[in-house]
């Protein structure tokens, strides 16, 4: 008797979830708040599906590293967007509440003439 197909492909649980938690990682990277812990999550995943392959266990490594790849750049991308400078021009000219011709002394008008 002959096994069931799905009994001969190796498990691909830790490897598609790093994978998939990597790109959504990628898909984040204007909000990184989100995106640095998804991706964080995603390179454990690929490391526990490299890890359990290489303790013998039956589990597809190479989605596992693949994973880890892509966790890796979307944690680089996300950490860059995270601790980008504001621009090259420098902080923003605060707006003035006074008007700068106001900060002169102040001189009374002159006493009515009797």
Known sequence: MSRPLHRQLPPVGFGLASVVLGAVGLLLFVVPILAIPISAWG????????????????????????????????????????YAPGGFLG??????????????????PPAPFK
């Open 43 to 82: 390179l454990l995943f690929g490391v526990f599906g490299v890890a359990a392959s290489a303790l013998g266990r039956r589990v597809d490594w190479q989605l596992s590293l693949a994973g880890m790849v892509l966790c890796g750049l979307a944690l680089l991308i996300d950490a860059a967007m995270n």
């Open 91 to 108: 902080r923003p000219a605060e707006p003035q509440i006074v008007d700068p011709a106001a900060r002169a002394r102040y001189v009374p």
